[in-house]
């Protein structure tokens, strides 16, 4: 079956540095991959996403790469703020519906 | 506009008990999503609805689990004589269309206590 992995946290970084959250997946067929984020005390919202190979995700000043030839779809931030301070999930969703989803990355962010 | 409501927010059950979680997608999205997130882990994949069809339950933990949309819009997931390990919170999440490229909105989940 489908599979992601991610980076496991917690991961305490100083406001302005630079972030990377790894992310791997595999699957078969052709998934469209979502960095879904979870701030302290609310849902699960999209950050992200890319719906094919090469495609480059982008919002907020993070930025992710679908990477066929890697199965890869890591996470960067060239300057992270306190206010990103929360939970990061990498997902796969495919046409049949059914998601997968990684054990998600905790980030902090100290001033 | 509404976002997916959840209800209720939080659930306690003795074991053996029956309990019945709601959700509320958003108004005219297609497809509905079932997931349950254990402490510390992401969302496992339950069931997924298409309109009111039930497309894939391969991720019911077992036949004690029972999900329903009958009309299309409103899920209910029922989950019959609890267990400890149901322990959980529950998250309901809704899109427009069934393709894999769509985003999907989450609820607030149910958290759900058996004791």
């Known amino acids: 079956g489908n599979s992601v992995t991610q980076m496991e946290g917690p991961v305490t970084l100083s406001e302005e540095a630079f972030l990377t959250i790894n992310c791997t997946y595999t699957?078969?067929?052709?998934?469209?991959l979502f960095w879904y984020v979870q701030y302290p005390g609310e849902g699960l919202q999209l950050l992200l996403k890319a719906t094919k190979a090469d495609d480059k995700g982008s919002n907020k000043g993070f930025e992710a790469t679908y990477r066929k030839e890697t199965t890869s779809f890591h996470l960067e931030k060239g300057s992270v703020q306190v206010s990103d301070s929360a939970v990061y999930f990498c997902a796969l969703h495919t046409n049949a519906g059914k998601s997968t989803f990684g054990d998600g990355t905790t980030l902090t962010v100290k001033p | 506009g509404a976002g997916v409501s959840q209800s209720p927010r939080y659930k306690v059950a003795k074991r053996g008990q029956d309990v019945a979680l709601r959700c509320d997608p958003i108004?005219?999205?297609?497809?509905l999503f079932w997931y349950q997130q254990a402490l510390g882990q992401g969302p496992e994949f339950l069931t997924y609805f298409q309109n009111e069809a039930q497309l894939d339950k391969s991720g019911l933990p077992s036949d004690r689990f029972f999900a329903e949309r009958p009309e299309g819009s409103v899920s209910t997931l029922k989950i019959q004589r609890t267990q400890q390990e149901d322990s959980a919170v529950y998250l309901c999440?809704?899109?427009?269309?069934?393709?894999?490229?769509?985003?999907?909105?989450f609820g607030p989940g149910t958290r759900l206590t058996v004791l």
């Open positions: 108004s005219g999205h297609v497809s």
């Open positions: 699957a078969t067929g052709y998934p469209s």
């Open positions: 999440a809704s899109s427009t269309g069934g393709a894999g490229s769509d985003t999907q909105y």
